[in-house]
T-cell receptor
Framework: RKEVEQDPGPFNVPEGATVAFNCTYSNSASQSFFWYRQDCRKEPKLLMSVYSSGNEDGRFTAQLNRASQYISLLIRDSKLSDSATYLCVVTYSSASKIIFGSGTRLSIRP | AAGVIQSPRHLIKEKRETATLKCYPIPRHDTVYWYQQGPGQDPQFLISFYEKMQSDKGSIPDRFSAQQFSDYHSELNMSSLELGDSALYFC????????????FGPGTRLTVT
């Protein structure tokens, strides 16, 4: 079992829809959590950090549930440009120990 | 805003050859990370440097070595290349070892034939 697991998708939703992904992690020592997005053959780009109190950035909302060891990403009013792979990232006490999930593919259709 | 720069962007080598990949971090970022991403795979951490010293090591083969220089740029040296080394190699930088936010460069696509 992978340390960080995501539903690979693909999620295929119409423009304007709300879509949510979850990511689970197995190591309770995990300290920091992030969502990255990666377009095909491009580098991962930091989307947002995830805090226990939850955080929102425009149409994007991230939540962390330490008790159940999962993080979530909610995208409201989805745009065609949101089509990408969303990577869940977990780090431990060493900033270098960063574990990527396998990513969830999202495809927004007109 | 300045981003992480990697060179070359594409590299084709033959088996058993050597390759050197370069990474120039975002200005004032002193921590550099190297990742390997195979086709359809998630990025795998290879090695990291903070203030020119190796700070952590991941799944980096013994055939690979890396270092960070006084201007904070880093080079990944790969020898005795194998077909399985074909992948995207990303460099990421962060403003310090205690900052967990990493900013990725565009990657170097290495093809070993």
């Amino acid at each position: 079992r992978k340390e960080v697991e995501q539903d690979p998708g693909p999620f295929n939703v119409p423009e304007g829809a709300t879509v949510a992904f979850n990511c689970t992690y197995s190591n309770s020592a995990s300290q920091s959590f992030f969502w990255y997005r990666q377009d095909c053959r491009k580098e991962p780009k930091l989307l947002m950090s995830v805090y226990s109190s939850g955080n929102e950035d425009g149409r994007f909302t991230a939540q962390l549930n330490r008790a159940s060891q999962y993080i979530s990403l909610l995208i409201r009013d989805s745009k065609l440009s949101d089509s990408a792979t969303y990577l869940c990232v977990v780090t431990y006490s060493s900033a270098s120990k960063i574990i990527f999930g396998s990513g969830t593919r999202l495809s927004i259709r007109p | 805003a300045a981003g992480v720069i990697q060179s070359p962007r594409h590299l084709i080598k033959e088996k058993r050859e050597t390759a050197t990949l370069k990474c120039y971090p975002i200005p004032r970022h002193d921590t550099v990370y190297w990742y390997q991403q195979g086709p359809g795979q998630d990025p795998q951490f290879l090695i990291s440097f903070y203030e020119k010293m190796q700070s952590d090591k991941g799944s980096i083969p013994d055939r690979f070595s890396a270092q960070q220089f006084s201007d904070y740029h880093s080079e990944l040296n790969m020898s005795s290349l194998e077909l399985g080394d074909s992948a995207l190699y990303f460099c990421a930088s962060s403003p310090g070892p205690n900052s967990y936010e990493q900013y990725f460069g565009p990657g170097t696509r290495l093809t070993v034939t």
